[in-house]
């Protein structure tokens, strides 16, 4: 019997559409089932999971909760978790067959020191060792137990964003870059993900659903409304 892949989509209520086109993307590609589950803070805050006081350095709505994956999932198999300002252009079930269990957590591994102080909506730019690798995760769950709720409440972001509730980095394997390109941030692809160009988008510094950011990665942003015009004509 082949389950449906867990996929689990940071949510940020001022990303809704953000997050809708990437839903829809994710099925349009995929040749497997997926349980697709954005993370709502408030859902995780009345079922008593997420106590935090929002921190004046996060970035968005999701910036610990994703930790709580690994929780969710009852420490359980592996579960993909990616942020919701990203754009599917592939099979989704392509990145679930790299998992390997000689790790806890695959990622790409970023080498992102960000030039400016800023990004969306004026939230503050926060550099730091390992920034953006946990911004498209799969997890092997039953290895991730040192994320338990109180840990996930207590830890600092950076202790929690760089990984220190693993035994070391040699828990961390590496993904192929083409699941996580940077717009904006990395060279402008010049390929689609048929001819090699990368499978997922990631608009890290704020993407083409802001209103004052409508034209952000140039082409890419235009794809990126062709994406959301064929979800709505779907939905029709």
């Known amino acids: 019997m082949t389950h449906p892949i867990p996929v689990f989509i940071g949510y940020d209520p001022r990303e809704r559409a953000a997050t809708n086109v990437l839903i829809d993307s994710l099925y349009q590609h995929s040749s497997r089932p997926l349980a697709i589950t954005p993370i709502v803070t408030p859902q995780l805050e009345a079922q008593g ?3 935090r006081e929002r921190d004046p350095r996060q970035s968005t709505a999701f910036s610990f ?7 969710l999932m009852g420490y359980r198999g592996w579960a993909i978790f990616m942020d919701c300002d990203m754009l599917c252009r592939g099979d ?3 990145l679930w067959e ?3 269990e000689r790790y806890a957590v695959m990622c790409v591994q970023h080498e992102h020191i960000p030039n400016e102080t800023t990004k969306f909506l004026g939230e503050v730019q926060s550099p730091y060792p390992k920034k953006n690798w946990s911004s498209l995760m799969l997890m092997n769950t039953a290895r991730c137990t040192a994320l338990s709720v109180d840990y996930v409440n207590q830890a600092s972001g950076l202790e929690l964003h760089r990984f220190h509730w693993l035994a070391g980095d040699h828990e961390i394997g590496a993904l192929p870059a ?3 390109h940077l717009v904006d941030v990395q060279p402008p692809p010049t390929a689609s993900a048929e001819d090699g160009g990368p499978t997922l988008l990631h608009w890290t510094l704020g993407g083409p659903w802001f209103r004052e950011q409508r034209t952000m990665g140039g082409a890419l942003a235009a794809e990126w409304f062709g994406a959301r015009c064929d979800s709505m004509a779907l939905h029709d």
């Open 49 to 51: 999971l997420y106590r």
């Open 92 to 94: 989704i079930a392509r």
């Open 98 to 100: 790299l998992r390997d």
């Open 65 to 71: 909760t994703r930790f709580l994956v690994p929780h």
């Open 178 to 180: 083409d699941w996580n």
